[in-house]
């Protein structure tokens, strides 16, 4: 599958996403420190550069300036099991657009392109996801794009206040 999009919704230069490889891992690595108060480990962004792995990057004018990170994983055991075949749900790990390049579509760029990886496997339900509790922004932006609350998840971040988030999700079938 070609990740590769190239989008003019109201940038005014071509943005161009691509999928995150050798080549642009640490400069998501560095974005990703500028973005959000979790650091996240060595092994992480190894297993971005992996097969199967759905992680991009968007270039404006050459400047990595967002990223998203999503992988496969089970649904809850509960729901695991659908005319006897194992169901997926896809967990966006990261999502974030540098604040300078917010409000051009960037965020909604990256999101859709997820959304479409997540309908072409036939085995996925869902798209989840945890936002801090104070995230403002970023509820909006979810529910704008369809997601719903699912529920408080209390003390899900370690050392780092308020430790709590939503959980959220978008219903792909």
Known sequence: MNNSYVGFEKAK????IIPVDAHTV????????????????????????QPGQFAQVALYQGVCVGTIACRTQP????????DGAPQTEMYMMTLG?????????????LLA??????????????????????ND???RFYHRHGFATVRLVENYYK???????????????
């Open 13 to 16: 230069a071509p943005v161009e």
């Open 26 to 49: 640490s400069r998501v690595r560095n974005l990703n420190s500028v973005l959000f108060p979790v650091r996240y480990s060595a092994g992480f962004y190894k297993r971005l550069v």
């Open 75 to 82: 649904l809850g055991f509960a729901e695991s099991m659908v």
């Open 97 to 109: 657009v540098l604040a300078p390049y917010r409000r051009l579509g960037i965020g909604k760029m």
């Open 113 to 134: 392109n997820a959304v479409r990886a997540a309908q072409q496997d036939p085995l996925a339900r869902r798209i989840v996801l945890h936002v801090k509790i104070d």
């Open 137 to 139: 922004d970023a509820l």
């Open 159 to 173: 050392n780092i206040e308020p430790p709590h988030a939503y959980l959220l999700e978008c219903r792909l079938r």
